[in-house]
């Protein structure tokens, strides 16, 4: 009954979605460094036994000084590549929890507000505009400053700053499809708004969700950086941002402390957005080109 390029009833739209991920070189590198960074978070107590935070050697040795250490050590003595892998588990552990907590919150009241519409709706969007009213880097801060700079409280102030994007997003959506052929026939079928909500409308504006998640990991890991620069990151797990934090003392000397994590980034990131690029092409009827 509901017609969506990525609906798996509909084998024709799905296949051609796919065909036209698997055909962007720029998805296909994207998704690749993500794979790639994932594998490494996953094996890093396989090349890298122990504590990241001990002190294993001399500091400040440079890259390819020690073999046993091919990226160097930084102030403390500390093994920089163990870093970065043990690194990669938090910054991606708190850009996924961020991105999965701002996402639950703004599709709930997104499509509350749209669906429903009237009053609920009009207090809903309200509430949003509250939040939005302030800057969203700022509002990470007071959250981070006022609970302890831990993994969960940095993912959970940054998911609750990026709800409001995400909820006027769906809001939109919905506000389209509520009247659609589909969704009057589930009504006149006896469904109820729950079933309309969650089978009908929300599988049909997944496309632009997913798009904007992509984005919404990106942001986050951008966001952790930012605030370890700062000094608010968790002081008892390494993170790419953290790491970036404690060699900015000594960017002059041992510049390698800040590139090297900033490089880890830097792809990171971009390779969320050649994602999300991707998967805006593909999942969007205007731009992606139907295979016969």
């Not at 930012?226 to 000397?253: V, Y």
Request: glycine letters at 10%; a neutral charge; zero cysteines.
């Amino acid at each position: 009954m509901s017609i969506i390029a990525i609906q798996p009833t509909k084998r024709g739209h799905s296949e051609s979605v796919w065909a036209a991920l698997r055909r962007n070189p720029a998805v296909l590198t994207g998704a690749g460094i993500l794979i790639l960074t994932l594998a490494m978070a996953l094996s890093a107590e396989h090349f890298f036994p122990g504590d990241p935070m001990d002190m294993v050697a001399a500091p400040l040795l440079w890259p390819g000084a020690d073999p046993a250490y091919p990226l160097g050590t930084d102030s403390l003595g500390r093994d920089v590549a163990s870093g970065i892998a043990y690194g990669a588990r938090a910054s991606l552990l708190i850009a996924l929890s961020a991105t999965l907590l701002s996402v639950t919150l703004g599709v709930a009241v997104g499509a509350l507000a749209g669906y429903h519409g009237g009053r609920l709706g009009d207090v809903l969007m309200r509430i949003t505009e509250v939040f939005q009213t302030v800057p969203s880097f700022l509002l990470v801060i007071v959250i981070v400053a006022i609970g302890n700079p831990t993994v969960n409280i940095i993912a959970l102030a940054i998911g609750i700053s990026s709800w409001p994007t995400v909820a006027r997003l769906i809001r939109a959506e919905f506000r389209t499809l509520r009247e659609a052929d589909f969704v009057t026939a589930a009504r006149s079928q006896g469904f109820n708004n729950r079933t309309i909500i969650l089978h009908e409308i929300l599988p049909n504006a997944l496309a632009p969700l997913v798009v904007t998640a992509s984005i919404l990991v990106a942001s986050a890991i951008l966001i952790e950086a930012g605030l370890a620069f700062l000094g608010m990151s968790d002081p008892n797990k390494p993170s790419w941002g953290g790491m970036i934090g404690s060699g900015r003392e000594q960017i002059a000397s041992a510049w390698f402390l800040t590139a090297l994590p900033g490089l880890a980034i830097i792809f990171v990131v971009l390779a969320l957005n050649m994602l999300g690029d991707g998967l805006n092409d593909a999942l969007n009827p205007r731009l992606r080109r139907y295979l016969p």
